[in-house]
């Protein structure tokens, strides 16, 4: 399928026909990630969700716990917590 490059104010765009979003699983709002290769491909990609595991294998371990944390557990129940 061939798609043209048009000029939108200062930027240019690309329209994406609905059997090609259809078949993407993509629709109109969705945010996406745009990047490209070295042999001048581009790739577009669904936005990646953060999921809690990734977020966890990226924190250090060994590093020292923040200097505040101590405070929690010392701290008196300020309203109507359940303990």
Sequence with gaps: MEVVLKK???S???ILPPPVLRDLGMKAGQ???LSTTADGKVVLEHKRK???A???AQCDP???PPADLGLWDHAKPA???VW
């Design 8 to 10: 939108m104010g200062n």
């Design 12 to 14: 240019t765009a690309l």
């Design 31 to 33: 945010p996406l990630r």
């Design 50 to 52: 953060h999921h809690l």
């Design 54 to 56: 990734d977020l966890i």
């Design 62 to 64: 060994k590093a020292a």
């Design 79 to 81: 309203g109507q917590e």
